[in-house]
């Protein structure tokens, strides 16, 4: 794997000011995934759930 990288120059980044640990190669796109989006309803969803459970075993003491 690593015998396919070669050096090409430098990377221009972009960082956002007093955050630098927040940055974006520039030229690159953020990509869309379906997958990203099912993980995100599916973790609302949990968190629905777990806390309709709590708040039920809350109510029944």
């Given at each position: 794997?690593w015998?396919?990288?070669r050096?090409q120059?430098?990377?221009?980044?972009?960082?956002l000011m007093g955050?630098?640990?927040?940055?974006r190669?520039?030229?690159?796109?953020?990509e869309?995934s379906?997958?990203?989006?099912?993980?995100?309803v599916?973790?609302?969803g949990?968190m629905l759930?777990?806390g309709?459970?709590?708040?039920g075993?809350?109510?029944?003491?």
């Open positions: 794997m015998d396919r990288l050096e120059g430098p990377i221009r980044m972009t960082y955050e630098p640990e927040i940055h190669v520039e030229g690159q796109d953020a869309f379906v997958w990203k989006l099912l993980m995100c599916a973790g609302g949990l759930f777990v309709r459970l709590l708040l075993a809350e109510q029944a003491k």
